[in-house]
């Protein structure tokens, strides 16, 4: 689908080749039950996006996993552009980690591409006894085959960041990726760039103590983190922990930039509302500064005085031109000119939803940047509950895919109302040449229409690979 070379494996041989791949068509995004008033198996729903199709913003097929509560959350390949040299793998199977059961579930998306097919379960078993981690979230597959996915604790609910390698053929766990005695306090996502010889991760938190929702008085109990490991990608040892501080609190995406050359790149921290940009120094260790920081709210009627943006999604262009992030409480999504990688300049902002609507029972005391509440955004006759969260940029840059539920656990507590009517996915369009994000009033997908009721949508893949999926070797 993605590559025209016939003696060529999965993605595309650059970046900047890959902005040039067919428009997609469809996309693929796991759909929560887990803390609900539903007792249904969370799915993989398969939603048509090309405009010209009858079925464009519908749900063309659904794929339930056959157990409750798993916490389905986000996706990878068995294959992408890091095998593109090795024209025996092929795109054809989506990884799927639970994030709360710790199962992985394989999907066969090769045989039929608008009807997934469940091909294999990884058992938590398999995590706990080989590796001594549970709860896994990111994936991603190396030049290797094989496939690596990211953990946030171990078997009994506390913090701890190791990796599970999977056979890319069997799909077997092979154990862990990190050295024994390796594994960092917490996990979360990760990043490799091979040509510096490098990876690193973030922290979220650890799992008992989020599992359920969120409390301040966690942070302040040290149960969630605020620190960037760096690992040696040959040897796998950790070499280096870079801590952020308060400012840099829980510490989400990374991304490095997608130019294979590139020895920098940004995370979003979530609690600050802060971006910052890690780099590798003269010396050839890593260092990271504050480059973006969102401002804040006083506000009165809601769980605490003062409201974080809570940026909770971050993705870089294929041209590693624009930064775009989510602000899940304040409602905003906002695109960055990051040409000058130290001194991100806004162009682009809309806000779709969030916690301080005019209509709301929020009131803003205090506003550094608005004069005004913003309205509420409704579309096709759905209001848009919950906040801005999930991004997914188009391959040439010009349609931004956004979708609204965090983490059901979150969602429950901070959004209600998106529980009871089910999130949404909408579309954003991006002016690629100045900058700029405009709400495109005529795309909604609607999952508080599905059949079994409410779901909560979040994570976005296109099958023949994207910006936050694909690294470049």
């Known amino acids: 689908m993605a590559s025209t070379c016939s003696r060529c494996g999965p993605g595309y041989k650059t970046p900047l080749h890959a902005m040039k791949g067919p428009r997609e068509?469809?996309?693929?995004?796991?759909?929560?039950?887990?803390?609900?008033?539903?007792?249904?198996?969370?799915?993989?729903?398969?939603?048509?996006?090309?405009?010209?199709?009858?079925?464009?913003?519908?749900?063309?097929?659904?794929?339930?996993?056959?157990?409750?509560?798993?916490?389905?959350?986000?996706?990878?390949?068995?294959?992408?552009?890091?095998?593109?040299?090795?024209?025996?793998?092929?795109?054809?199977?989506?990884?799927?980690?639970?994030?709360?059961?710790?199962?992985?579930?394989?999907?066969?998306?090769?045989?039929?591409?608008?009807?997934p097919r469940l091909h294999k379960i990884v058992e938590p078993i398999d995590l706990f006894w080989k590796c001594g981690l549970a709860n896994p979230h990111t994936s991603h597959c190396l030049g290797s085959g094989q496939i690596m996915i990211s953990t946030m604790g171990d078997p009994s609910g506390n913090g701890k960041g190791g990796f599970v390698l999977l056979d890319g053929k069997t799909f077997e766990v092979i154990g862990n990726w990190e050295q024994p005695g390796e594994a960092a306090p917490f996990g979360y996502d990760f990043w490799y760039q091979p040509r510096h010889n490098v990876m690193i991760s973030t922290e979220w938190g650890a799992p008992k103590a989020l599992a359920n929702g969120f409390n301040p008085a966690d942070v302040k109990a040290g149960h969630y983190g605020q620190r960037l490991h760096v690992w040696d990608w040959t040897t796998h040892k950790r070499i280096q922990t870079l801590d952020l501080g308060e400012e840099g609190a829980i510490p989400l995406e990374i991304r490095f930039l997608h130019d294979p050359d590139a020895a920098e790149g940004f995370v979003g921290c979530a609690l600050q509302s802060t971006i910052f940009r890690f780099y590798k120094t003269r010396k050839g260790d890593w260092a990271a500064e504050k480059v973006i920081h969102i401002p804040s709210k006083k506000v009165k009627d809601w769980a605490l005085l003062e409201m974080p943006g809570l940026i909770t999604d971050i993705l870089i262009s294929l041209d590693d031109r624009f930064l775009y992030f989510s602000n899940w409480l304040h409602g905003d999504i906002r695109q960055y000119d990051i040409t000058d990688r130290r001194n991100p300049r806004m162009v682009g902002q809309v806000f779709v939803a969030g916690s301080i609507l005019k209509d709301g029972p929020v009131k803003v005391l205090e506003d550094k940047e608005l004069d005004n509440q913003p309205a509420p955004?409704?579309?096709?006759?759905?209001?848009?509950?919950?906040?801005?969260?999930?991004?997914?940029?188009?391959?040439?840059?010009?349609?931004?895919?956004?979708?609204?539920?965090?983490?059901?656990?979150?969602?429950?507590?901070?959004?209600?109302?998106?529980?009871?009517?089910?999130?949404?996915?909408m579309q954003i369009d991006v002016d690629t040449d100045k900058g700029g994000l405009k709400l495109n009033e005529n795309f909604l997908v609607d999952f508080g229409a599905e059949p079994d009721g409410p779901a909560l949508a979040h994570e976005l893949r296109y099958p023949g690979g994207d910006c936050t999926s694909d690294i470049w070797l």
């Open 377 to 425: 955004r409704i579309i096709k006759g759905k209001r848009v509950q919950g906040g801005p969260q999930m991004l997914q940029l188009s391959l040439d840059g010009k349609r931004l895919y956004v979708t609204t539920s965090l983490y059901s656990a979150w969602d429950k507590q901070f959004y209600p109302d998106l529980v009871k009517e089910g999130s949404v996915m």
């Open 25 to 115: 068509e469809i996309v693929y995004l796991p759909c929560i039950y887990r803390n609900t008033d539903i007792q249904k198996p969370d799915y993989l729903a398969t939603v048509d996006v090309n405009p010209q199709s009858p079925n464009f913003c519908k749900v063309i097929h659904r794929l339930p996993m056959p157990n409750l509560k798993d916490e389905l959350h986000h996706s990878g390949w068995n294959a992408c552009s890091s095998c593109y040299d090795d024209p025996s793998k092929r795109r054809n199977l989506l990884i799927l980690p639970s994030m709360i059961s710790s199962r992985i579930y394989v999907v066969d998306v090769g045989t039929d591409p608008r009807a």
